[in-house]
């Protein structure tokens, strides 16, 4: 039972790698529409705001880039779930080892 549910465990995690091969250009961050006067919302722009080696980044973005960024910024948070996805089953695989190999030994 236990080498089943290890060879799931193996299969996940390998799916997870597959995804992530797969993903394409990304970047942290969060994009928000700001205005120039905002208590009459005019001049309106784009900016993108993230963290990076623990300092904080606010960037302008040219209306063309925006679509992209978005699309960056989506990629990216894919990413950040498969990894916490690909950790939360690497301990799960590695306590179900152990548990094997305590289960064989005490044989």
Known sequence: MKNKELRQVEKRIEKIKQELQDIGEMRPGSLSRQYRIPK???GPYFQISYTYKMKSHT???????????????????R??????????????????????AKFKSSK
């Open 59 to 77: 960037e302008y973005v040219r209306p063309a880039f925006v679509k992209q960024i978005k699309i960056q910024i989506v990629n990216y948070k």
């Open 40 to 42: 009459d919302k005019v």
């Open 79 to 100: 990413f950040k779930k498969l990894i916490e996805t690909w950790v939360k089953l690497a301990i799960d695989h590695s306590k179900k080892k152990m548990a094997i």
